[in-house]
């Protein structure tokens, strides 16, 4: 998805700023900030250092493209203004879309939203596309994680994408549990990576191109992506949405795994038994839970794009 270039404007208009925060203010936020997300980012630096891997811990630094440099840096978001310090510097000073202005406090910096919306219109205009039309779609529970399953199914040993995991039974008996199943993968990145064996088996046939068709709230991976559709729009997404939605996304990873075929639970995790009814039921109770708070969190980032602040 390419954005179009244009000429940024050389000024932002005061009446834009909606808050005001000074330095002391702005300090204690950027620092609130970096404790919040440094217990997931120093871990994962160091399995890196290491060459160690965690298939639920890693997933979204390795999955997405929001580096942990990036993750660690604070923005207020649009339309908060920071006066500038003794040095004449925010956290902000260095990004590309920030804009300074004299407010009757001082001068301050702030994003340009004009100059960030039209150099990213066509990203915008797609994220609040798909944002809204899952806000509108009702949740299907029932798919029970099925999707993980059927990336391994009948694969031969050394195939797997976590081959350093153990299944939690037998390929035999993965596959069967396969073959049971009414599989209705509604995401196109969970699809995509469906074995040869396994395409034809899911109901739906969900592409790039039509995924603002096929999105759904209970779906995990559309859950773990509003992290990604977040982090993608920030700085006009503010850094607090952005955590917020990499939290909820590290929760549900971890759900994904505990009910693959994978056994987790030499690390940490427990297991979610999809193949019996027991398991199933926990399933869909903790889908429907990320399903109410996916889409709170699609609410939130909604309202912050530029011509959707008036929607409900």
């Not at 994408?161 to 073959?179: C, F, G, I, K, Y």
């Not at 996304?249 to 940490?268: F, N, Q, T």
């Amino acid at each position: 998805m390419q954005d179009s270039a244009t000429t940024r404007p050389t000024q932002v208009d005061s009446q834009d700023v909606r808050a005001v925060l000074t330095p002391d203010e702005w300090s204690a936020s950027e620092a609130a900030h970096l404790a919040r997300v440094e217990p997931h980012i120093a871990p994962h630096l160091g399995r890196r250092k290491e060459n160690r891997k965690h298939p639920v811990e890693d997933f979204l630094f390795v999955y997405y493209s929001h580096s942990p440099g990036k993750l660690r840096r604070w923005h207020p978001g649009a339309g908060v203004a920071l006066l500038v310090d003794d040095a004449g510097r925010t956290p902000i000073t260095d990004d590309k879309y920030t804009r300074r202005v004299d407010l009757a406090n001082g001068p301050a910096e702030i994003l340009d939203v004009g100059a960030f919306s039209q150099a990213r219109d066509r990203t915008i205009a797609f994220v609040r596309s798909l944002l809204t039309a899952t806000l509108d779609r009702p949740a299907h529970l029932g798919c029970f994680g099925m999707h993980e399953w059927a990336m391994v199914y009948k694969l031969q040993p050394g195939e797997q994408r976590h081959e350093q995991l153990p299944l939690r039974l037998s390929q035999a008996a993965t596959d069967a549990v396969v073959d049971a199943a009414d599989i209705r993968c509604t995401h196109f990145d969970a699809y995509r990576f469906f074995t040869p064996d396994a395409v034809d088996l899911n109901r739906e046939r969900p592409t790039r191109e039509r995924q603002v068709d096929f999105e759904q709230p209970a779906c995990l991976h559309a859950g773990m992506d509003v992290y990604k559709w977040a982090h993608k729009l920030w700085p006009l997404v503010p850094s607090e949405l952005v955590v917020d939605a990499f939290e909820l996304a590290k929760e549900i990873r971890a759900l994904d795994m505990e009910a693959s075929p994978y056994d987790v639970r030499d690390l940490g995790y427990g297991v979610v038994p999809i193949e019996t009814p027991r398991g199933r039921a926990e399933y869909v109770r903790r889908q429907r839970e990320f399903a109410d708070r996916s889409q709170a969190l699609r609410r939130r980032m909604r309202e912050a794009l530029p011509s959707g602040r008036a929607q409900a």
